[in-house]
């Protein structure tokens, strides 16, 4: 089988690529290559930046809704444990990560850009945490890193509204970095990579280490997100969420 995720090195410029057409739909082998790549970039001397991309018409739409729908508390755990541990090594590499965005990034997707350390989108980008219209919430580092970037009050909106930003609101409350016509996006996060790529790389990874101690209580925060998600499994608000998706009709939720 093809790869899903590829790790491409160029001038010390490590490209993740998500390579999972047509959508970049997350599923446990996606998560699980993405881990494997991530340790990679993080290892090889011969990557002293990395840019995480989708590709030139998406970078990811999250997790296969019907794959999920079906599954219980315990089922879900290992699909939502394998993007979850992914995330903590992809935001533990000791060098700049960039976040390359064109088209959808939402859901797990979108959890994805938030573990890396900028974000640079098309203008036609379009990000968001959707889960909580399937009757979940997000389970793979969204509550927690979304509030350090756009701050309490606009990840609660965003995360109990579920709906989607266009990339001017992203940039403005914070959600992202740069805004680029859609062709630019990737030479210009590899040029920004390659700017970093050039200085002092223990004292960047050392800096980037101590920026993130800010946040010591993080995995606490992550370890009680992913019980969390994992309950919401098998509750009727979650059945209904997704069956609606699925069935393409509004849902009716009825808080149980």
């Known amino acids: 089988m093809e790869p899903l995720v590829h790790l491409e ?26 881990h494997q790549t991530a340790l990679d970039a993080a290892r090889r001397d011969d990557v002293r930046a990395v840019v995480v991309w989708g590709g030139e018409r998406v970078f990811s739409v999250g997790g296969d809704v019907e794959m999920m729908s079906a599954r219980s508390a315990d089922s879900v755990r290992p699909v939502i444990a394998a993007l979850g541990d992914a995330l903590v090594t992809l935001e533990a590499v000791p060098k700049v990560v960039i976040a390359a965005i064109n088209g959808p990034c939402l859901g797990g997707g979108c ?17 968001g945490q959707p889960e909580i219209r399937f009757g979940i919430m997000p389970g793979a580092g969204a509550t927690q890193r979304l509030p350090r970037l756009v701050g309490a009050s606009r990840a609660k909106d ?15 409350i914070g959600l992202v970095d740069r805004v680029l016509p859609g062709p630019e996006v990737y030479p210009r996060a590899v040029e920004a990579a390659s700017t970093y790529a050039r200085g002092p790389l223990a004292a960047i990874g050392a800096a980037k ?30 059945k209904e969420g997704m069956g609606a998706f699925l069935a393409s009709r509004s849902p009716v939720f009825r808080g149980r």
């Open 158 to 172: 965003l995360i109990f509204s579920g709906r989607r930003v266009k990339a001017r609101e992203a940039l403005a």
């Open 111 to 127: 959890e994805i850009a938030l573990a890396c350390d900028f974000r640079f989108v098309s203008e036609t980008a379009i990000l």
């Open 9 to 34: 090195v160029v001038d010390g410029i490590g490209t993740i690529r998500l390579d999972h057409a047509p959508r970049n739909t997350i599923d446990v082998r996606m998560a699980t290559e993405l």
């Open 209 to 238: 280490a101590a920026i993130g101690a800010a946040n010591d209580r993080s995995l606490d925060g992550l370890d009680l997100e992913r019980d969390l998600v994992c309950e919401l499994f098998g509750t009727e608000d979650q």
